[in-house]
C-alpha cells in the first residue's frame, strides 16, 4: 500500500460540507463503498438529486431512519439536519459496512 493510500484509509477525509470520511476509492472495491467513496472525493457528495430532497424534507426535530446505510452517507448527514433534538437509526446489514458506518458516525460526532 502506497502511503498516499494509507492516509487515505486511515484518517478521515474532509468533503466539500465538512463532514469527514474513511475512504477508499477503488471503483472495484466494494467491500469498502468503491464508487461512493470516488464520488465523495471527486464531487464532495453522494447522489445530489436525493441529498437535496433529504435535506429539504428534514428539520431539526423528529425521528430518521436509513435502511440500508452503507457507509453512511445520509445516516451522517441526517443526524447533522436532525441536530441534538433529533434521533437518527442508521441500519446496515453487512458487517464490514455497517462498522464503516459505525466509524463515520464517530469521526463526525453523530450522538443522536
Not at 59 to 82: E, K, Q
Request: proline share 6%; glycine share 12%; aromatic share 8%.
Amino acid at each position: 500500500m502506497s502511503r498516499r493510500e494509507h492516509i487515505i484509509r486511515n484518517s478521515p477525509f474532509p468533503v466539500l460540507d465538512g463532514t469527514k470520511w474513511f475512504l477508499w476509492p477503488e471503483a472495484d472495491n466494494p467491500d469498502f463503498g468503491g464508487f461512493v467513496d470516488a464520488t465523495l472525493i471527486n464531487a464532495g457528495h453522494w447522489e445530489s438529486e436525493s441529498t437535496n430532497c433529504v435535506v429539504s424534507m428534514c428539520g431539526p426535530t423528529g425521528v430518521c431512519l436509513d435502511i440500508g446505510a452503507h457507509i453512511g452517507y445520509y445516516t451522517v448527514l441526517l443526524s447533522r439536519l436532525m441536530g441534538p433534538q433529533g434521533y437518527v437509526v442508521g441500519v446496515e446489514g453487512d458487517p464490514t459496512r455497517a462498522a464503516l458506518c459505525a466509524q463515520h458516525l464517530v469521526a463526525n460526532n453523530c450522538g443522536n
